[in-house]
Nanobody, 124 residues
């Protein structure tokens, strides 16, 4: 079993930056691929970014490509999402997720472990 605790959300103006963090415990971080998803009011959970267990494969949604960067530090069991050039449409609750595989995936149903979520609000 893996426990995930995500943090770092907040209120920021459009064009600003935030850095989300996710701390994993209960299993060696390098054995699980990690992802970030987001969900805004009235919408389904949406894929944002994912990184392989080894940290050498990255996947981004088209909506965040070039603005967001996912990274991981397996020695610290941490995954981060650096979000730059934020837009009001990025407003959502962001969740980190893990799957017991080295392969990064973009579908929420392929992830077994979830953080509690952290709110990101971007004002115009």
């Amino acid at each position: 079993q893996v426990q995930l605790v995500d943090s770092g959300g907040g209120l920021v103006q459009a064009g600003g930056s935030l850095r989300l963090s996710c701390e994993a415990s209960g299993r060696t971080a390098s054995s699980i691929a990690m992802g970030w998803f987001r969900q805004s009011s009235g919408k389904e959970r949406e894929f944002v970014a994912a990184i392989s267990g080894s940290g050498d494969v990255f996947v981004y949604s088209d909506s965040v490509k070039g603005r967001f960067t996912i990274s991981r530090d397996n020695a610290k069991n941490m995954v981060a999402l650096q979000m730059n050039a934020l837009k009001p449409e990025d407003t959502a609750v962001y969740f980190c997720a893990g799957r017991p595989s080295l392969m990064a995936r973009t579908t929420a149903s392929e992830y077994d472990f979830w953080g509690q979520g952290t709110q990101v609000t971007v004002s115009s």
